[in-house]
């Protein structure tokens, strides 16, 4: 079982930054694929980022390449995304998730979910 615990949202003006951290429990974390996803408002889950277990393959949707990285300290148990150049349309709950088989790029590719934390980015 792994539980994993998001912080960092908030609320910023567009063009602001914002480091968003998940931190999970186990000691199996560098076996896990990890992921963030986001809810926009009265939208699905859809794929922002995602790394491999040992940090050496990343993913982004392309609606965030160039602004978002995705970063883990495996010591720590912690994955980050890191999001500049904010834009209203990032306005989401931002969940972390992990992968025992691959590094995921949809929802149904993860097993376990964060509560999500609330980014709001004002215009």
């Known amino acids: 079982q792994v539980q994993l615990v998001e912080s960092g949202g908030g609320l910023v003006q567009a063009g602001g930054s914002l480091r968003l951290s998940c931190v999970a429990s186990g000691r199996t974390f560098s076996s896990y694929a990890m992921g963030w996803f986001r809810r926009p408002p009265g939208k699905e889950r859809e794929f922002v980022a995602s790394?491999?277990?040992?940090?050496?393959?990343?993913y982004y949707a392309d609606s965030v390449k160039g602004r978002f990285t995705i970063s883990r300290d495996n010591a720590k148990n912690t994955v980050y995304l890191q999001m500049n150049s904010l834009k209203p349309e990032d306005t989401a709950v931002y969940l972390c998730a992990a992968s025992w088989v691959v590094i995921p790029r949809s929802p149904r590719e993860c097993q376990y979910w964060g509560q999500g934390t609330q980014v709001t980015v004002s215009s």
């Open positions: 790394i491999s277990g040992s940090g050496g393959t990343t």
